[in-house]
C-alpha cells in the first residue's frame, strides 16, 4: 500500500511542516486567492515557494488550489497567478471550474487535478476531463465504492483517480452549498461558500421559534446537548484503504486544512503508518480517538444507508495537544516546547511522533517557563499558551515531536 500517494493539509507554512515531517507524500494548499478556505491562514508567494522547495528536497509534491466557482472578473488575475505558481514550480493545480481549467491549459504546462468540487461521479464524466487534460480527478464523495472502481477501470492509465479518505464532510453536494450566502450573521457581507468564504452554518445549533413569538426560542432537543440537524459525521476509511488500493486508487486525501498542527501531524502519521504496514485498520481507528472528531463514518463510500452520517454529532477527543517540542540548544538536556494546551507537574504526557518516541510515555517532573529576562523560573503547571517551557524527559524529545494528555 505505500505505492500510493498520500495527501495532506496545510493551512500554513508550519501546518506544511508537519504534514511532510509526519509522512505526507504531498501536501495541498491554497494561496491568498482563488481557494475555497479564504480563511485559512494560506501562503503568500514567499512562502508558497519556500514551500515548494522544502518539499522538493525530500522528493514530495505539492499541489495548489485553483477551484473557486470564478466570476468574469476573476479570470485576468487567475492568468497572472496560474503563471507565477508555474514559475515556483508547484506540481499541480487542483480546478473545478472549466474556463479555470482551459485558462491553466493555454498560459501553462502546469498538471491539472480536477477539484471533488466538479462533483465527478461517474465514468463518462471523467474521461471528458481526460479529454481536456486532467491528469488527476478527485472523485465527488458521493461515489460508492463500486462506481470508484469502474470509473478508475475505464480511465485506466490515462489518469489518476483521488479520492477523499478522513475528514469534515459537507452536506450540501460535494461542497456546492448556498446555506452560508444566506445565513452569514446579520450586518457582515454574505459569505459565499464556492468562493471559500463559508461560515459554515450547518455546524450551528438550530431552535425553532414562532413568528408571533419573536425572541422566543423553543428548543429542538436530538440529545442533551441540543440539536445540531446539519452536522454530518466525520469520513474515516482507514479499515478500508486496502479495498481501495486494489480498486486502483492512486492517492488517498486527507481534509483539513483549516485544522491544527497537532490535527495535521497525528492524521496523517495514522495514515502513513496504515500505508507502510506499521500499524493495522482497527489500531489506526483507535489512534484516530486521540484527535478532534466528530463520530466516524465510511459516508457513502462503503455507507449502507446514505443517509446515516447525517445524525446529531459533535466534535469529540480522548486526547488533548499540549505542546510541540523546539529544537534543542547546544548543552540542553532538557527539551523545550511551546505551549498549546495546559499540563501539571506529575501529570502523564504521551508522544506523537513520526519515529521511535511515537506513543512513548513520561511523567513530568520538572518544569520551568522562561522569564521576561531570558531567564527560567520553576512552576508546578504549564498554563500560559504559546509560552516556551522547559521539561525533564527520560529519553530524548525531538524537533516537531507533539506531546499530549489523555482527557
Not at 413568528?211 to 426560542?217: A, F, I, L, V
Not at 486502483?248 to 495514515?271: D, H, L, P, Q, W
Request: proline residues 3%; glycine residues 8%.
Amino acid at each position: 500500500m505505500n505505492k500510493v500517494e498520500l495527501l495532506s493539509p496545510a493551512g500554513d507554512l508550519d501546518k506544511f511542516i508537519v504534514a511532510l515531517n509526519y509522512g505526507a507524500d504531498a501536501v495541498y494548499l491554497g494561496g491568498k486567492q482563488f481557494g475555497l478556505r479564504a480563511n485559512s491562514g494560506n501562503f503568500d508567494e514567499k512562502n508558497m515557494q519556500k514551500a515548494v522547495e522544502l518539499a522538493h528536497e525530500k522528493g514530495k509534491k505539492v499541489y495548489v488550489t485553483v477551484n473557486i466557482f470564478a466570476r468574469n472578473a476573476d479570470f485576468e488575475e487567475i492568468k497572472k497567478y496560474v503563471i507565477s505558481l508555474e514559475k515556483i514550480k508547484v506540481d499541480a493545480v487542483i480546478v473545478s471550474d472549466l474556463g479555470v481549467l482551459n485558462l491553466v491549459k493555454e498560459n501553462t504546462k502546469l498538471p491539472i487535478h480536477i477539484s471533488t468540487q466538479a462533483n465527478v461521479l461517474n465514468k463518462y464524466t471523467a474521461m471528458e476531463y481526460v479529454k481536456l487534460g486532467a491528469s488527476r480527478i478527485i472523485l465527488a464523495r458521493e461515489c460508492g465504492f463500486e462506481e470508484i472502481k469502474d470509473i478508475v477501470k475505464y480511465v485506466g492509465n490515462k489518469c489518476e483517480i483521488e479520492v477523499f479518505v478522513h475528514g469534515a464532510m459537507c452536506v450540501s453536494y460535494s461542497g456546492r452549498c448556498l446555506l452560508s450566502n444566506y445565513l452569514t450573521p446579520a450586518g457582515e457581507k454574505p459569505r459565499e461558500s464556492n468562493r471559500g468564504e463559508c461560515c459554515q452554518p450547518c455546524r450551528w445549533k438550530y431552535a425553532l421559534m414562532e413568528e408571533k413569538r419573536e425572541g422566543q426560542y423553543f428548543e429542538i432537543e436530538q440529545d442533551g446537548r441540543g440539536s445540531y440537524i446539519l452536522n454530518s459525521k466525520d469520513l474515516c476509511l482507514v479499515e478500508h484503504l486496502d479495498e481501495l488500493v486494489k480498486a486502483g486508487v492512486k492517492c488517498f486525501k486527507i481534509e483539513g486544512r483549516m485544522k491544527s498542527e497537532y490535527y495535521v501531524g497525528a492524521v496523517t502519521n495514522v495514515y502513513r503508518r496504515v500505508l507502510d504496514g506499521k500499524m493495522t485498520g482497527k489500531q489506526g481507528l483507535e489512534e484516530l480517538q486521540k484527535t478532534a472528531h466528530r463520530e466516524f463514518t465510511t459516508g457513502f463510500v462503503f455507507g449502507e444507508n446514505r443517509r446515516e452520517f447525517y445524525k446529531q454529532t459533535n466534535p469529540v477527543s480522548n486526547s488533548e495537544f499540549v505542546g510541540i517540542v523546539q529544537p534543542r540548544r547546544n548543552g540542553d538536556v532538557t527539551a523545550h516546547i511551546v505551549l498549546k494546551g495546559s499540563f501539571n507537574v506529575g501529570d502523564e504526557l504521551e508522544v506523537l511522533s513520526p519515529s521511535e518516541n511515537f506513543n512513548q510515555k513520561f511523567t513530568i517532573r520538572g518544569l520551568t517557563v522562561g522569564g521576561a529576562d531570558g531567564g527560567e523560573r520553576p512552576v508546578k503547571k504549564a498554563n500560559q499558551p504559546m509560552s516556551l517551557y522547559a521539561i525533564e524527559c527520560p529519553f530524548e524529545l525531538k524537533p516537531l515531536e507533539m506531546l499530549r494528555k489523555k482527557v
